[in-house]
């Protein structure tokens, strides 16, 4: 998408110029959803890790106690592409990130809704799940939902106006040159792009 830098610029350029807006991975709706995606990230592997290790030593210290080994694994899963997601965000790979937070939080939200089943069985779930694992799920799967979204919508527009400012400098280019076959002087087309001036209001 950016191996042309100059049509990069043609793109930001005609976007300033025509006051083309919408929501981007820099702008400031995806950073404010994302500052509380990290606090919402947090705080549900600090309480992922505290329920593994917890698992594991009241096992230890009980041995009467059944380890869940199969929770204790599902988390751990969880919790390492949630991670993962977090890592990708960091990155140009936002859509990635996105999809790899969102899909380990339902089956997160379906294992401890089983862990934690009142003393009824069926019938409901302790007051703890809701606020210590039922919300903050539920928070970050709409955060990291809105962020996805508009990851999506920021490359479809990028690569929509990418390629029609592509189709354009071309355009000027083979009038330039009087052919049209461009293999044949893929130099003078690099060229081209590299003097190529997007501020230029005379290629407008």
Same mark, same amino acid.
């Given at each position: 998408?950016?191996?042309? =830098?100059?049509?990069?610029?043609?793109?930001?350029?005609?976007?300033?110029?025509?006051?083309? +807006?919408?929501?981007?991975?820099?702008?400031?709706?995806?950073? !404010?959803?994302?500052?509380?995606?990290?606090?919402?990230?947090?705080?549900?592997?600090?309480?992922?890790?505290?329920?593994?290790? *917890?698992?594991?030593? &009241?096992?230890?210290?009980? =041995?009467?106690?059944?380890? $869940?080994?199969?929770?204790?694994?599902?988390?751990?899963?969880?919790?390492? #592409?949630? @991670?993962?997601?977090?890592?990708? +965000?960091?990155?140009?790979?936002?859509?990635?990130?996105?999809?790899?937070?969102? #899909?380990?939080?339902?089956?997160?939200?379906? !294992?401890? @809704? &089983?862990?934690?089943? $009142?003393?009824?069985?069926?019938?409901?779930?302790? @007051? *703890?799940?809701?606020?210590?694992? @039922?919300?903050?799920? &539920?928070?970050?799967?709409?955060?990291?939902?809105?962020?996805?979204?508009?990851?999506?919508? *920021?490359?479809?527009?990028?690569?929509? =106006?990418?390629?029609?400012?592509?189709?354009?400098?071309?355009?000027?280019?083979? *009038?330039?040159?009087?052919?049209?076959?461009?293999? &044949? =002087?893929?130099?003078?087309?690099?060229?081209?792009? +590299?003097?190529?001036?997007?501020?230029?209001?005379?290629?407008?």
């Amino acid at each position: 998408m950016q191996k042309y =830098e100059k049509i990069v610029k043609r793109v930001e350029f005609l976007e300033e110029k025509y006051g083309i +807006k919408y929501a981007k991975t820099d702008g400031k709706l995806y950073n !404010t959803l994302k500052f509380f995606y990290f606090i919402s990230l947090i705080y549900i592997l600090a309480i992922n890790q505290l329920y593994i290790v *917890s698992m594991i030593f &009241v096992g230890s210290e009980n =041995e009467n106690y059944i380890i $869940d080994k199969n929770s204790i694994i599902t988390v751990s899963i969880c919790s390492l #592409l949630l @991670a993962a997601g977090c890592v990708f +965000k960091c990155t140009r790979f936002k859509i990635v990130g996105g999809i790899l937070t969102i #899909l380990p939080l339902p089956l997160l939200f379906f !294992t401890f @809704a &089983v862990k934690m089943q $009142d003393g009824l069985g069926y019938f409901g779930f302790k @007051a *703890s799940f809701y606020w210590r694992h @039922a919300i903050p799920i &539920v928070i970050l799967f709409i955060l990291s939902s809105f962020m996805l979204i508009i990851a999506l919508r *920021s490359t479809i527009k990028f690569n929509k =106006e990418y390629k029609k400012a592509y189709d354009n400098i071309y355009d000027m280019y083979r *009038s330039q040159i009087g052919y049209d076959d461009m293999s &044949v =002087e893929q130099t003078d087309w690099e060229e081209f792009l +590299k003097t190529y001036d997007p501020r230029d209001t005379k290629q407008n």
